[in-house]
């Protein structure tokens, strides 16, 4: 299966703490994405990182991807409790019609 | 502007019926796609439409899935003789671009409960 995995399932974090998320897959990709989910609500687009891409930043979040290990890691720093939600990596293959979605890590922020 | 809508936002139905989800894209977007989401789990693809080509159904379940897209725009994802299995949150995502190269916009979803 070209799905995707992250690590951990669950994360328990202060406010102001720094989270980390990271993310591996099976197959060669177009591109990684990070989506965010609040509970009951749908999927939000975090960023997106081509293959060719190794770190890309956006506001309080940083992407890196690394190919040859086939992983990813998603950073937020100085969280807060409004970041309170699950987040998911998606990967897309070159000529894909869809993209595979994780099981996603759930996290938690405390205030 | 309008986001992706999907309707209804809950559906209980009792196993053997058939049901009808809607799926209002973003006004343009050519790349429409349903997603089903168990509880806790990650989605599931079922279907993917683009623009007037044929759909890739490579990922619905089983016969009783079927999902019409009407003049490039609103899509229905149809389950027949639904089963407790069934039992999950619908999603409809849209994208402008062809493919997986843009992100996708979701909607909030339906949540079908079979009984």
């Known amino acids: 299966s070209q799905q995707g995995e992250e690590d951990p399932q669950a994360l328990s974090i202060q406010e102001g703490e720094n989270a980390t998320m990271n993310c591996s897959y099976k197959?060669?990709?177009?591109?990684l994405q990070w989506y965010r989910q609040n509970s009951g609500r749908g999927l939000v687009h975090l960023i997106l990182?081509?293959?060719?891409?190794r770190e890309k930043h956006s506001g309080r979040l940083r992407v890196t991807l690394d190919t040859s290990k086939k992983s990813s890691s998603l950073l937020i720093t100085a969280s807060r409790a409004a970041d309170t939600a699950s987040y998911f990596c998606?990967?897309?293959?070159?000529?894909?019609?869809?993209?595979?979605f994780g099981t996603g890590t759930r996290l938690t922020v405390i205030p | 502007g309008a986001g992706v809508s999907q309707s209804p936002s809950n559906k209980v139905t009792e196993k053997g019926k058939d049901v009808e989800l809607r799926c209002d894209p973003i006004?343009?977007?050519?790349?429409l796609y349903w997603y089903r989401q168990s509880l806790g789990q990650g989605l599931e693809f079922l279907i993917y439409?683009?623009?007037?080509?044929?759909?890739?159904k490579s990922g619905l379940p089983s016969d009783r899935f079927s999902a019409e897209r009407t003049g490039g725009s609103v899509s229905t994802l149809t389950i027949q003789r639904t089963q407790q299995e069934d039992s999950a949150v619908y999603l409809c995502?849209?994208?402008?671009?062809?493919?997986?190269?843009?992100?996708?916009?979701f909607g909030n979803g339906t949540r079908l409960t079979v009984t």
């Open positions: 995502a849209s994208s402008p671009l062809k493919g997986v190269g843009s992100p996708l916009h």
């Open positions: 197959t060669s990709i177009n591109n």
């Open positions: 990182i081509r293959s060719n891409e």
């Open positions: 998606a990967t897309g293959g070159t000529g894909a019609n869809n993209l595979f």
């Open positions: 006004s343009g977007h050519t790349a």
């Open positions: 439409f683009q623009g007037n080509s044929a759909p890739d």
